[in-house]
């Protein structure tokens, strides 16, 4: 069983989204660590990219920071190497398809595999187009998420059966940023994927408060927040990590709750 498998089992996962760079690479090392420490099951680090389509104005702006600061791709490859000393969880980068391909994809996911990097995101390549990268991923051992959206219909089925490590449902149309409340049918999709399939859903796009987050953890197998850990770094800058650590272990408090409620037993 890898890493990403092992933070599903028992549990519902909790997926912690960070812009890395944001505002500097040190403090991204340091939440890193941190999120790990407060109740992070699973973290994603966002690639920074001047045109980050997906992404609302909270993830845009980190973006430019990060980039303003000297983010590279060659940083965060090294960053990722240096936490891997202490950081046992699952990490991923969320890319755009355009860092990937200029860096090139087969030394991308070969640096993948050399720094401890579990798996990538990248959300404007088309589950149509995977075999754009899935070999190159697959031949290093990096596991390629897929996605799934309100809009997906019919295609939730293809993409559910061929999908690994787990499936991230988009539980909002749109760019993602934090929202009162979501109005998709998350129950319904989460539902469809598991008539086809055994691979976990987690739910990202607009989940910012622990409520939310206990609401779609019980829908799912896990969630994903970004944008309300992205504003608490924007907020805080590099004092950043102790906000960040507290909102993390509530958080994990909340999936706990739900756990407990849905007869799941508590967290491991």
């Given at each position: 069983m890898?890493?990403?498998?092992?933070?599903?089992?028992?549990?519902?996962?909790?997926?912690?989204?960070?812009?890395?760079?944001?505002?500097?690479?040190?403090?991204?090392?340091?939440?890193?660590?941190?999120?790990?420490e407060?109740?992070a099951?699973?973290?994603?680090?966002?690639i920074?990219?001047?045109?980050?389509?997906a992404?609302?104005?909270?993830?845009?702006?980190?973006?430019?920071?990060?980039?303003?600061?000297?983010c590279t791709?060659?940083?965060?490859?090294?960053m990722v190497?240096?936490?891997?000393?202490?950081?046992?969880?699952?990490?991923?980068?969320?890319s755009?398809?355009n860092?990937?391909?200029?860096?090139?994809t087969?030394?991308?996911?070969?640096k993948?595999?050399?720094?401890g990097?579990?798996g990538?995101?990248?959300?404007?390549?088309?589950f149509e187009?995977?075999?754009?990268?899935?070999p190159?991923?697959?031949k290093?051992?990096i596991?390629?998420i897929?996605?799934?959206?309100?809009?997906?219909?019919?295609?939730?089925?293809?993409?559910?059966?061929?999908?690994?490590?787990?499936i991230y449902?988009?539980?909002?149309?749109?760019?993602?940023?934090m929202?009162?409340?979501?109005n998709?049918?998350?129950?319904?999709?989460?539902?469809?994927?598991?008539?086809?399939?055994?691979?976990?859903?987690a739910?990202?796009?607009?989940i910012?408060?622990?409520?939310?987050?206990?609401?779609?953890?019980a829908?799912?197998?896990?969630?994903?927040?970004?944008?309300a850990?992205?504003?608490?770094?924007?907020?805080?800058g590099?004092?950043?990590?102790?906000?960040?650590?507290?909102?993390?272990?509530?958080?994990?408090?909340?999936?706990?709750?739900?756990?407990?409620?849905?007869?799941?037993?508590g967290r491991?």
């Amino acid at each position: 069983m890898n890493r990403i498998a092992r933070a599903f089992e028992g549990k519902k996962a909790f997926i912690a989204f960070i812009t890395g760079g944001d505002p500097n690479i040190e403090t991204t090392e340091r939440l890193i660590i941190a999120l790990a420490e407060n109740g992070a099951d699973i973290i994603e680090i966002g690639i920074p990219f001047s045109d980050p389509v997906a992404e609302g104005p909270i993830i845009q702006a980190a973006d430019e920071r990060a980039l303003a600061s000297g983010c590279t791709v060659d940083k965060l490859f090294d960053m990722v190497e240096r936490v891997r000393k202490s950081v046992t969880i699952p990490l991923l980068f969320m890319s755009y398809i355009n860092p990937v391909f200029v860096y090139g994809t087969e030394r991308f996911m070969q640096k993948c595999r050399t720094c401890g990097i579990d798996g990538v995101i990248v959300p404007d390549l088309p589950f149509e187009e995977q075999d754009e990268i899935s070999p190159a991923c697959e031949k290093y051992g990096i596991t390629l998420i897929s996605l799934i959206a309100p809009t997906s219909h019919e295609r939730i089925d293809a993409i559910a059966k061929n999908a690994e490590g787990f499936i991230y449902c988009v539980s909002s149309l749109g760019v993602t940023g934090m929202r009162s409340e979501i109005n998709s049918d998350i129950a319904e999709m989460t539902a469809r994927v598991k008539r086809v399939s055994s691979t976990p859903c987690a739910v990202g796009f607009g989940i910012s408060t622990p409520q939310q987050a206990r609401e779609m953890a019980a829908v799912s197998d896990g969630v994903i927040v970004g944008s309300a850990i992205v504003r608490l770094v924007a907020e805080y800058g590099e004092a950043c990590i102790e906000p960040v650590a507290k909102f993390a272990r509530e958080v994990a408090a909340a999936l706990e709750q739900s756990e407990g409620e849905a007869g799941n037993g508590g967290r491991t």
